[in-house]
């Protein structure tokens, strides 16, 4: 029973790389969320998708790009990382429009040097 | 739109004592409201919940009621145990159609021995 599952756990790019982070889940859920964690600042959603081959910007989307090809896989692209992409990066799912909770990965601490 | 207003941390108080999270929200229609706990290195777990007004979500010993007149959803512990220092969430799900999460800022709670 895996949940969702975010990988990898730490990364460190240089300035100017691409990357991607990987988030799957596992139990058909349909919704799928990436949010940004900074400190003190709670959580800023960065792009969200409804379903497979659905996705929309969230509130902090600038520097970032999501595809959405399955219902298990959700992966966020960092094009051109920059040293305010340092973050930690938790992506999450939930069933249904009504869900009442969201399940959440253990997050990605990215540092960008 | 739908915002969470918490109480600024880090709290910190001896074991045994009585906690106290502040959390107010802002949203249209009758939102569910949540608290997640996010425990050092991993990501967010829902802790509680309550879907209408005037309910009373409990879990682990933690109390939170939905008290719509006062747009408030404080999370309290009677005894708190070094094992409850964590990061805490509140966090809302809006009806009429806001069906993403949004989060306030989190409030870090330290027990001490």
Redesign the interface.
Known sequence: NAG?TQTPKFRIPKIGQSMTLQCTQDMNHN?M?W?RQDP????K?IY?SVGAGITDK?EVPNGYNVSRSTTEDFPLRLELAAPSQTSVY?C?S?YS??????F????TRLTVV | GNSVTQMEGPVTLSEEAFLTINCTYTATGYPSLFWYVQYPGEGLQLLLKATKADDKGSNKGFEATYRKETTSFHLEKGSVQVSDSAVYFCALLGSGGSYIPTFGRGTSLIVHP
């Open positions: 969702v919704y969320y949010y003190g600042m709670g959580l959603l969200y969230g938790f999450a939930s429009r009504d869900s009442e909770t969201a959440f990965g253990q997050g």
